[in-house]
């Protein structure tokens, strides 16, 4: 009997998202025959029943397009927003799979959207994933789609920046996302030749970061591109967290738990604005001018990279595979040119952050890049 199975895409938009869609739907209704249907908006859409038809020609003309044609949203089945409060819509959600008889749920995600997965699963859903985001920081696959768009946007940035920095003789910090991830911002920073590189993995210290830039201003070269991904921190703000943490881990009573908590919402809101107090303190240090460049959701916007295209097309096609031959409970992951089903409890609640001999950082260092420590 012809299998039913519905799609969803959840948490932030990543280019590809079009091209996996397509992928699973094109290949489940022609190769195996299967009835296809979205869900808008993320878990939100699936909770609320609002489906969307996958039939015919609502997969053609997509591949090339940004963002998702399913809408997304960053709701969890199990802490909905409705109304002012948070609830629980699990059941809500499980009834309206078995609504539409489905037989797998595909959820498109990153590192949320597998957890969210991994809870249905645990609520007995046929759920198979597949691993999206910029970040590149989903655990036991080699790489996710999304991120090598964003690499090269974050990278032709860092390009065009070079020629302005140097005009000004000035300093450019230049933001870019990843989470507390530094895969976008290492791969970008090497890509563009920056002069320092700063990542979540390794706290940085900023008389190292004003050290190296005023031996370059010494040496002659007048201008520095520094690249900081928005989750690297300082020396001082790492020490802090894992203080808080482990106070707030070890807390013997609600009112200290709850003081580091407050503690570390403190700390993580003013984190937003590190950027640009980084560039503050670099030009105090080194009497250079500096700039910001933030750039944002620029990075997760427009037409996905050949690459993305073609891995999203992969893992798709190899899911529609997989659901054909009953394989539930499982992420497709990229492994070398192939795929692999990984089971979702090795996946959800993992991330895979840049190890610190990572052969990208080793190879940074010999060039003399920065790393801020
Ligand atoms: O996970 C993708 C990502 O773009 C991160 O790099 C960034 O921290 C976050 O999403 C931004 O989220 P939002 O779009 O909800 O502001």
Known sequence: MAKHIGILTAGGDSPGLNAAIRGVGKAAQNSFDMNVIGFRDGFRGLMENRVMRLEGSALSGILTVGGTILGTSRDKPHKMPMGNEYLDMTDVIVDNYHRHNLDALVCLGGGGT?????????????????????????????????FDTALGIATEAVDRLHSTAHSHHRIIVVEVMGHNAGWLALGAGMAGGADVVLIPEIPYDV???????????????????????????????AVQIRELEEEKANASSKKQKKAAN??????????????VRLARQ??????????????????????????DRLLATRLGTACAEMI???????????RGDGTEPVPLDQVAGKRKTVPPDH???????????????
């Open 324 to 334: 054909q031959d009953g394989i539930y409970g499982v992420m497709v992951a990229a």
């Open 114 to 146: 597998q957890k969210n997965a991994y809870r249905l699963l645990e609520k007995g859903l046929n759920i198979i994933t597949l691993p999206k985001t910029i970040d590149n920081d989903v655990a036991m696959t080699d790489t996710t789609f999304g």
């Open 262 to 275: 407050a503690r570390l919402r403190e700390l993580t809101a003013t984190q937003a604005e590190h950027t």
């Open 207 to 237: 008389e190292s970061v004003a050290g190296a830039i005023l031996q370059r201003s010494q040496g002659g070269k007048r201008f520095s591109i520094v690249v900081v991904s928005e989750g690297a921190l300082s020396k001082e703000d």
């Open 359 to 373: 052969p990208w950082i080793i190879s940074a260092r010999r060039l003399g890049t920065n790393m801020g420590d």
């Open 282 to 307: 670099l030009e105090d240090l080194t009497r250079l001018e500096s700039r910001v460049t933030i750039l944002g959701h620029l990075q997760r916007g427009g037409t996905p990279s050949a690459a």
